[in-house]
C-alpha cells in the first residue's frame, strides 16, 4: 500500500477572517487534489473552522495546528535581536515535520512562517516553497520605513530583513504572483524564481456572453476602502450622470466617509456598499454588470481584476503613480487619470458606445484567458509540487 502524500502548509494569517470575508477558492491550499493529507500550521492563535476550510483541500484530510510568533524578538528594546531566539521558536515546527513527515511546504509569505520551513529544511531536508503576494520594500507590513527609527522598530527591521533575506535564499522556489514583485526578490538575493499567478475560482467564475446594457447601467468596484484604493472620484463621476448605479464590495477605515460622500452628492440610492461577499456569490455575479471601474495605487495586480478580466467585463483604473503595472500593460483595460473628470470620459464612452464597450470586455477575456486562466495556474502549480516533492518520479519509479 502506497504511502499517502502530505503537504504542510504554514501561513501567518488569521484563516477565520479569510472565511469570514469568503475569500478562499476551491483548493486553495491543494490545487489539483495531489495531496491526501493537508497539515495547516498557523503562526498565530487562530482558531478556524476546520468544516469552513473543508473546501480548501478537497477530499484529503486536513489537519490544523498553532505555533504563534514570539513577539519578545522584535518587542523588546535591544539593539540586536538573537538568532536563539528564531531557532528557539521553530524548534515546535521542525518536530511537527518530523512526525508529520510531509513531501513538500508551502509557505504563503517570507515572515515567521518561512523562517520556520527553513529550520526544517536545515534539520530534515523537507523542501519547501514560497508563494509572495506583495513587494514588501513598498507594501511592507513587518519593517518600518521611517526617517528615525525607534530602538524597538530598528530591531524589528534587522530582525525581519534578516528573517526574509534567509528564509527567500533557501527556499527551493519562490513564486511571486505578480512581476512587481521581482525587484524585491532580486534585491533580496533569492536564487530560485519563478513567476506564479494565483489560481481563481475555477467552479465560479463566467464568461460575459451578453454585452446589451442593463437600465440603470450597472457598475462595480471591489477592494478593500482604504487611501490608496480610494474610489472617491469614481462616485463623484456616477453623480454626474443620469440612470447609472454603483456598487462598492469591500469594508475599511474610510467606508463611512464614502457613505457620507453619496450622501452629500443625493446619490445615495445609486451607491450600494457591500462589505461582504463570498467569492462564489461575486464570481457568479460579475457577468451581470456593465463596466468595472476601480481606482488603485499599488503596483500588484488586484485579485479582484483578475477575476473580472476572466469574466470578459470591460474595465476602467486608474494610471497609478509611478512605475506601471506590468500585467496591464496594453489595449485590454480603459486607463485614466485618478480625476473625477477622467473616470466621467470613461464611463461616458464606455455607456454610449457599445461596439467598444463589447470589444473591450472581449479583448480582456482573450488576454486572461491567454494568461491567467485557472486551469492553467492550477496545473503550473500541480507539476512545480510534483517536481520539488519528488512526488512525480516517485510515482514512475512505481
Known amino acids: 500500500m502506497s504511502q499517502p502524500k502530505k503537504l504542510m502548509v504554514i501561513v501567518p494569517d ?6 469570514k470575508k469568503g475569500e478562499y477558492q476551491p483548493l486553495y491550499y491543494n490545487p489539483g487534489e495531489l495531496f ?16 469552513s476550510l473543508k473546501h480548501t483541500v478537497g477530499r484529503a484530510k486536513l489537519f490544523l495546528y498553532n505555533l504563534p510568533e514570539d513577539h519578545r524578538m522584535h518587542r523588546k528594546p535591544w539593539q540586536i535581536f538573537d538568532t536563539w531566539l528564531l531557532k528557539k521558536w521553530a524548534e515546535p515546527a521542525v518536530k511537527l515535520a518530523e512526525e508529520i513527515g510531509p513531501n513538500l511546504i508551502r509557505c504563503h509569505g517570507a515572515d515567521m512562517n518561512c523562517y520556520a520551513a527553513h529550520r526544517i529544511k536545515q534539520k530534515l531536508g523537507i523542501p519547501y516553497v514560497v508563494s509572495l503576494h506583495i513587494n514588501a520594500d513598498i507594501n511592507m507590513t513587518r519593517r518600518w520605513l521611517v526617517p528615525d527609527p525607534t530602538p524597538v522598530q530598528r530591531k524589528q527591521n534587522t530582525l525581519f530583513e534578516y528573517v526574509e533575506r534567509t528564509s527567500l535564499n533557501t527556499a527551493d522556489l519562490v513564486m511571486p504572483v505578480y512581476k512587481p514583485i521581482l525587484p524585491y526578490l532580486e534585491r533580496m538575493g533569492a536564487p530560485n524564481v519563478e513567476v506564479c499567478y494565483n489560481v481563481l475560482n475555477i467552479e465560479k467564475l463566467v464568461k460575459k456572453d451578453n454585452y446589451k446594457l442593463n437600465r440603470p447601467v ?42 457620507s460622500l453619496a450622501r452629500e452628492l443625493g446619490v445615495e440610492g445609486r451607491i450600494h456598499f457591500r462589505p461582504t461577499v463570498h467569492n462564489d456569490e461575486l464570481c457568479t455575479m460579475l457577468p451581470t454588470f456593465d463596466v468595472f471601474a476601480v481606482h488603485t495605487e499599488f503596483w500588484e495586480i488586484n485579485k479582484s481584476v483578475l477575476e473580472v478580466l476572466l469574466t470578459g467585463l470591460p474595465i476602467i483604473i486608474n494610471v497609478r503613480r509611478g512605475l506601471p503595472v506590468p500585467e496591464l500593460m496594453g489595449d485590454f483595460v480603459y486607463k485614466v487619470d485618478n480625476t473625477v473628470e477622467s473616470y466621467l470620459s470613461a464611463l461616458q464612452k464606455l455607456v454610449s458606445d457599445d461596439s467598444f464597450r463589447e470589444q473591450l470586455g472581449r479583448k480582456a477575456y482573450e488576454h486572461a484567458n491567454a494568461n491567467w486562466a485557472p486551469k492553467v495556474t492550477e496545473r503550473k502549480f500541480v ?3 510534483k517536481r520539488i516533492s519528488g512526488i512525480q518520479n516517485s510515482e514512475q519509479a512505481k
Open 36 to 51: 491526501d493529507e493537508v497539515h495547516i500550521l498557523l503562526t498565530n492563535a487562530d482558531n478556524p473552522d476546520p468544516n
Open 383 to 385: 507539476e512545480i509540487y
Open 218 to 259: 450597472k457598475v462595480i468596484c471591489i477592494g478593500r476602502l482604504f487611501e490608496q484604493k480610494n474610489p472617491d472620484n469614481i462616485i463623484r463621476a456616477i453623480a454626474q450622470m443620469d440612470n447609472i448605479e454603483f456598487t462598492i464590495v469591500g469594508d475599511g477605515p474610510i467606508r463611512p466617509n464614502l457613505e
Open 14 to 19: 488569521y484563516i477565520s477572517h479569510i472565511i
